[in-house]
């Protein structure tokens, strides 16, 4: 609890308006999708002057510091594990330049990520990374989870478009990482360090992001399989043939029968599995990239292939993997999502796994997969009050992770550490590495007061 004086001290720095105490204000900060702690106060900067006195007051008292974004995460990132002050960075939202001549946005972390997806497409430029909720995350979150989506087996994640960043350190000094040039390499890499640190470093107050053109034309196709394991295997040939799509996404039967139930899509309902496939580039290419994608689908027995008409066509297919997750939280009081990664061609060992580890846990496991880069997202509805289906899930969990690491895989692909996964962290990371890591953390935070209680 923070004592009346340093409460009168940010409010009179901030405003009242901009520095919430009641009830009601402080649990709707208080969490994300996985879990829930309250903070003791919420501050939302205009400026990255008012971030850094902030900062300064809290390191100077020792005051845990939680920044956030839209809280769209999966795995407790932005939640104050240790009460203190939420730092939520959503009225600092502008977009400050959009240059096609020099490839590059500068935007505020609160800025919504499709919205400068818009703003960049309307001067014929592109900014790639896609995250699920890009209709409503922020570019800040992204930059500090390093977020991904569908299109990254092709363009990359949220890092691969970092040119720089301004933050400002737990001592309320304003730093300035990288910059505006497409090639830069004096000295350590902090703006990819910053990347990903899920708010554990600094707090970002301005990104500066790579633009490429915007591609010319695209082909989805949506194609059904009488078989996961048929697949999981067109999958891992599409991509060792060099075929690059935009994005290649799988759903398992029962995803999709839950999605088509509610929404009422169209969907293969027979299918064991679907694919999503999507290339694009220059017009005159993309129709032959499409083809030989649907000739490796032929060949692995797809018995129904469909290719978008139009680009509505083409949304109404996308519609289906960016919110059919939604419709599984009806059928329990809460879902869990993972996503475990493996190599491209571990992918159909992996699906194997997972049927496996379901059968002896009598408990049904969706599948929904980037599966482009490997990126596996088992889900799992549940009732948390019920205990002998949360022990189940938390053994599921362990196992998942398990067979991840055993295929050569990793904890997350995009979701993060966050506290959701700090218990499994020694399956990956050796003390030595752990030891760097706090090493690193240390030097920019000696008082410890950026998201404590995470991963570090």
Request: charged share 25%; aromatic share 6%; proline share 5%.
């Given at each position: 609890?923070?004592?009346?004086?340093?409460?009168?001290?940010?409010?009179?720095?901030?405003?009242?308006?901009?520095?919430?105490?009641?009830?009601?204000?402080?649990?709707?900060?208080?969490?994300?999708?996985?879990?829930?702690?309250?903070?003791?106060?919420?501050?939302?900067?205009?400026?990255?002057e008012e971030v850094s006195?902030?900062?300064?007051?809290?390191?100077?008292?020792?005051?845990?510091?939680?920044?956030?974004?839209?809280?769209?995460?999966?795995?407790?990132?932005?939640?104050?594990?240790?009460?203190?002050?939420?730092?939520?960075?959503?009225?600092?939202?502008?977009?400050?330049?959009?240059?096609?001549?020099?490839?590059?946005a500068i935007a505020e972390p609160g800025v919504i990520t499709n919205d400068l997806q818009v703003a960049v497409e309307a001067v014929g430029s592109f900014y790639p990374p896609d995250p699920a909720s890009q209709t409503i995350c922020q570019l800040g979150g992204n930059v500090a989870t390093n977020a991904g989506g569908p299109r990254c087996v092709k363009y990359g994640v949220t890092r691969d478009y970092l040119l720089g960043l301004e933050a400002v350190l737990p001592s309320g000094e304003v730093v300035k990482a990288g910059g505006r040039p497409i090639k830069n390499?004096?000295?350590?890499?902090?703006?990819?360090?910053?990347?990903?640190?899920?708010?554990?470093?600094?707090?970002?107050?301005?990104?500066?992001?790579?633009?490429?053109?915007?591609?010319e034309a695209r082909r989805t196709l949506l194609v059904a399989f009488r078989s996961i394991d048929d697949a999981s295997t067109t999958v891992s040939r599409i991509m060792a043939a060099g075929i690059v799509p935009r994005a290649l996404e799988l759903m398992d039967q029962r995803y999709?029968?839950?999605?088509?139930?509610?929404?009422?899509?169209?969907?293969?309902?027979?299918?064991?599995?679907?694919?999503?496939?999507?290339?694009?580039?220059?017009?005159e290419t993309v129709d032959r990239q499409?083809?030989?994608?649907?000739?490796?689908?032929?060949?692995?027995?797809?018995?129904?292939?469909?290719?978008?008409?139009?680009?509505?066509?083409?949304?109404?297919?996308?519609?289906?993997?960016?919110?059919?997750?939604?419709?599984?939280?009806?059928?329990?009081?809460?879902?869990?999502?993972?996503?475990?990664?493996?190599?491209?061609?571990?992918?159909?060992?992996?699906?194997?796994?997972?049927?496996?580890?379901?059968?002896?846990?009598?408990?049904?496991?969706?599948?929904?997969?980037?599966?482009?880069?490997?990126?596996?997202?088992?889900?799992?509805?549940?009732?948390?009050g019920n205990k002998d289906e949360a022990e189940r899930?938390?053994?599921?969990?362990?196992?998942?992770?398990?067979?991840?690491?055993a295929l050569g895989g990793t904890l997350t692909g995009e979701h993060g550490i966050g506290l959701a996964k700090k218990p499994f962290m020694h399956l990956e990371i050796s003390p030595a590495e752990l030891d760097l890591w706090k090493n690193i953390k240390k030097s920019f935070d000696p008082k410890g007061i950026m998201n404590p209680g995470k991963f570090v």
């Open positions: 609890m923070l004592n009346k004086s340093i409460l009168n001290e940010l409010q009179d720095l901030v405003g009242k308006d901009r520095c919430l105490t009641a009830p009601e204000d402080l649990m709707v900060y208080s969490h994300d999708v996985f879990c829930q702690s309250k903070p003791d106060v919420v501050i939302l900067p205009t400026t990255t006195r902030i900062l300064k007051i809290a390191n100077r008292e020792k005051i845990p510091v939680t920044p956030r974004g839209s809280a769209t995460g999966l795995s407790g990132m932005c939640v104050p594990a240790q009460g203190g002050i939420v730092m939520a960075m959503s009225k600092m939202n502008k977009i400050l330049e959009v240059n096609p001549e020099d490839r590059l390499v004096t000295g350590y890499d902090v703006t990819r360090l910053l990347c990903g640190s899920e708010g554990t470093l600094a707090v970002i107050t301005k990104i500066i992001v790579k633009l490429i053109a915007k591609p999709i029968r839950n999605c088509e139930n509610m929404y009422h899509l169209g969907l293969p309902t027979d299918a064991a599995a679907m694919l999503i496939i999507e290339v694009d580039g220059f017009a499409a083809n030989i994608a649907r000739e490796f689908c032929e060949n692995e027995g797809a018995f129904d292939i469909r290719l978008a008409q139009t680009e509505a066509e083409a949304d109404r297919m996308w519609y289906a993997r960016k919110i059919g997750s939604v419709a599984l939280y009806r059928l329990s009081k809460t879902m869990v999502t993972e996503d475990a990664t493996v190599p491209i061609s571990q992918i159909p060992a992996m699906v194997r796994r997972l049927n496996e580890i379901e059968k002896k846990y009598n408990m049904v496991i969706y599948l929904l997969a980037h599966a482009g880069d490997g990126n596996m997202h088992p889900l799992m509805t549940y009732d948390p899930v938390d053994n599921i969990i362990r196992e998942i992770f398990e067979a991840s690491i």
